[in-house]
């Protein structure tokens, strides 16, 4: 995984430490980047599209610690490690209008006001909850040293395959004024139904032309269901070769260099030299495009294409074994594919003796 060069960390202020005796709760975000071996839990744990998984949380709390009621925007599946942790839950899910009607001014967590649960449970070491989408929830430790580990699944929305759908409309002519009916005289200012019913039209023939391209399709829904939650405006994460400074190039020593990178693979090693995911990356792929952390790569859609792009999305090492049953007559696509993993820092080398 490369970081940026020079790296740079910037924490918010820390808030008192409670006192002795005192509930608290402390939390872990995206253990997973540090320790890939949670990120696999998710595959064994629970079966569901590897393209889905969003973070692996941990909080440790003593009696009476919890962040209070709130909403997820993502499938929930709450793991019990040590310990135990009374969960309350609302029957219904809350949209994102009634949470903002509901949240609590006073906290600096998004905690909800007026909280009436209608189920509850008390998990024990080893027992799982899972917790749909947008559905309020709270817990509570019952115990010292409370240790609950939160598998996050993530799935876009409407509104979010919408924008990006939108996102991709190539530039089009104006608007055009439907036969006269765009206006009316004694009304110069009124938006018309025939000016409205044109408006509709015409976006919605956009929409759908746009969206019988099956590239442009497979690329509105694997970017929006890889789309990397790290990304920070300009500051993609992981950051391509191109915008990774010196010390982290030369931190990368040989793997610097994609084509490099894949003759070391394919070269007999003791040790073991491999591709490998970053960290907190999602793929996905289809017959027409290979995604991976929002970021597309069309596929001609032939039998050595759709081979590597299973390849570099089934989460495992990528070594020599792998790369040869791929590289027939030369491994053209199979460079220009995992090349560009490489390139853009989507996937990484290494020795393993």
């Known amino acids: 995984m490369l ?118 449970s008390t998990l024990s070491p080893g027992d799982v909850l899972y917790l749909p989408p947008r559905v309020p929830h709270r817990g509570v430790s019952l115990d010292p040293d409370t240790v609950t580990l939160s598998f996050g699944f993530r799935a876009p929305s409407p509104r979010e395959l919408a924008a990006a759908a939108l996102s991709l409309l190539p530039p089009s002519l104006p608007l055009a004024d439907p036969g006269g009916a765009g206006w009316s005289p004694s009304d ?10 044109a408006a509709r039209e015409a976006l919605l023939g956009e929409v759908a032309a746009l969206l019988a391209d099956p590239l442009a399709l497979s690329t509105v829904v694997g970017e929006a269901y890889t789309s990397c939650p790290l990304d920070r405006g300009d500051a993609p994460y992981p950051p391509p070769l191109s915008l990774s400074g010196p010390s982290s190039l030369s931190a990368l020593g ?13 070269s007999p090693s003791p040790l073991s030299p491999a591709l490998h995911q970053a960290e907190g990356v999602a793929f996905a792929y289809s017959r027409h495009a290979l995604h991976a952390g929002g970021r597309t790569l069309p ?9 590597c792009a299973r390849l570099a999305c089934g989460g495992g090492a990528v070594g020599r074994k792998e790369l040869e049953s791929v590289w027939a007559g030369g491994g053209g696509e199979a460079k220009e594919i ?16």
Request: net charge negative.
């Open 299 to 307: 596929l001609s859609g032939s039998a050595e294409a759709l081979e």
């Open 3 to 120: 970081l940026s060069d020079p790296p740079s960390l910037l924490l918010p202020p820390l808030p008192p430490l409670p006192a002795p005796g005192d509930p608290f709760s402390l939390l872990l975000n995206d253990l997973s980047l540090d320790h890939p071996e949670l990120h696999e839990l998710f595959g064994d744990l629970f079966p569901l599209p590897p393209f889905r998984r969003a973070d692996v949380q941990a909080s440790l709390s003593g009696p009476g610690g919890g962040i209070g009621p709130h909403v997820d925007s993502f499938d929930v599946f709450l793991l019990q490690l040590s310990g135990r942790k009374r969960w309350c839950v609302e029957a219904s899910p809350l949209s994102p209008a009634a949470e903002d009607a509901r949240r609590d001014p006073a906290s600096p967590l998004p905690s909800l006001l007026g909280f009436d649960p209608t189920h509850s």
């Open 188 to 197: 110069p200012a009124l938006l018309t139904p025939g000016l409205l019913a």
């Open 254 to 266: 040989p793997w610097a260099d994609p084509a490099a990178s894949l003759s070391r693979v394919l």
């Open 338 to 353: 995992f090349g560009w993993l490489l390139e853009e820092g989507l996937m990484y080398g290494a020795d393993f003796e």
